[in-house]
């Protein structure tokens, strides 16, 4: 029996679209799908789709403007137009699991990547765009390499990108975790502080005594001692199943020109400048999307990916511009306990206490618990769904996304630290101010944006703790702001002036 092959023809080509109105167009008509894209978001999408084919677009819209959407739309269009694969990349593991309720939402097809593991097999067969975070992106043994490397990325909140790059890139060893490793690194700079007469400097550091509570060790410590600092690390029990590991392999063969720095509580291990060419998708060739709440300073976009965008996409639109009561504890008229404020607005409202420090949560332990690192999505994910509560969150000011209802209240406990060693030191010693007022003013701003993520969006705000109450009273402090959070914070300290002298009288 003769096999006929004439009616056999090659594949027909993809007729996928990679306009991204039209992929939106396309969407099914699911349950909560919006009916159509914000002003603010058409517009950028309209101003990428006519600069698709450059290196570098960054977008600036504001926390609530609907970034999400305007990301995955990009990552299904640079997908559809077959150029490789693309990664979408998001601050937290909470970010990836809500940026996936969103193409869900629009009925998009994606990838995961949390946990070390591919959620399916659309992204390595060119299916779908995969979203997975910083962490998984930047470091040493990265999935994303070979016939999987990048030929696009997303970056979702750019602006604070710089942080968590560097983090890839620093060795931190924590007194409280790796206590021998600790003392094994203080006895081996030790010489390097006693050739220079600073022996007694190193003591007051590590007691933690005095206002300089950050050094940095001679520069020519690591250079002089990396065989020493290498041989300590590998002591450790089992430490390439800690977190030790990753910084480690990324960091081995380059320790001898790091910095380190040294306090009564961590050593870390960095080097000065990020080398950010070592990533091939940071290079020429790869598309690269910035999707980013705000840009005021370049310099931690700058230090961060290594290069400038000179024309950012900025949508002209007042989308995410909710509406803020900021009340500074300092300005109450009578001396207010702050849990039993807490108290008070929990018989009414759900509350989401912000903390910089494990030790900063402990005067809360009434109030809650913070949940612990391996749990804090679905205790999150809890608290959104509950109708009353409180939620201690530690030392994070983003990636945590309560709108509207979910939450309205929040108490500040003390100014969001967030600082390596290094950003401590460069502000202590010397004296660079305008640099941590800067990342100050970002810091606060994205900490405003936890509960308020929209035009329609309200809360109220109660900020605690002497650092952050003197910053926001500080005029030159408040110009670094962006415009509207600026004007919040203004109109709020007038009312809370016109309530006390409406008492006085």
Known sequence: MALNFDNLSRPKGTSAPTDPFEIFAKTPNLKNVPN?????????????????????????????????????????????????????????????????????RLGL???????????????????????????????????????????????????????????????????????????????????????????????VILEQLGAQTVTMCPPVTAFRCQGQIIEAIKRVKDWRQTELFFPSLRLWENIGRCAVFVSGSAIEISPPFIPTGVYPFLGKG?????????????????????RRVPKPIVPDNDAGNGERLILLASRFGDKVEKTALAQEILKNHKLLVSVPSYPKARPWKEIGTPPKRADFSEELQRFRAATAGAFILVSRIDGIDLPQDTCRVMVIDGAPSGASLMDHYLFQNLS??????????????????????GRSDYSAFVVHGGDINVWLKTERNLALLPPLVRKQVILSQTVQEGIRRMRQV
């Not at 819209?61 to 997908?79: E, P, R």
């Not at 990048?150 to 710089?162: L, N």
């Not at 598309?287 to 230090?303: C, G, I, P, Q």
Request: hydrophobic letters at 40%.
């Open 36 to 104: 159509d894209l914000w002003k603010g978001q058409a517009e950028a999408l309209r101003s990428w789709h006519g600069n698709r084919t450059i290196d570098d677009n960054v977008i600036l819209l504001n926390t609530g403007a609907g970034k999400s959407i305007v990301g995955v739309l990009i990552a299904q269009s640079l997908v559809n137009e077959n150029i490789g694969p693309i990664v979408f990349v998001c601050s937290t593991i909470d970010l990836v699991e809500q940026t996936s309720r969103e193409c869900e």
């Open 109 to 203: 097809q994606y990838t995961k990547r949390i946990a070390g593991d591919f959620s399916n097999d659309l992204f390595q067969t060119g299916r779908a765009f995969c979203i997975t975070t910083y962490q998984a992106l930047f470091t040493t043994q990265t999935a994303f390499s070979k016939d999987k490397a990048p030929a696009g990325v997303i970056f979702d909140d750019a602006h604070v990108a710089e942080r968590m790059i560097r983090d890839a890139f620093t060795l931190s060893i924590d007194k409280e975790r790796f206590p021998q490793l600790f003392n094994d690194l203080v006895e081996i700079v030790r010489p390097e502080f006693d050739k220079l007469g600073k022996a007694q400097h190193l003591n």
């Open 286 to 306: 790869v598309r690269r999307v910035y999707l980013s709440a705000t840009m005021e300073f370049e310099t931690d976009f700058v230090r961060g990916f290594g």
């Open 432 to 453: 660079l101010i305008n640099l941590f007022s800067t990342k100050m003013a970002g810091r606060i701003t994205q900490l405003l944006g936890r509960i308020n993520r």
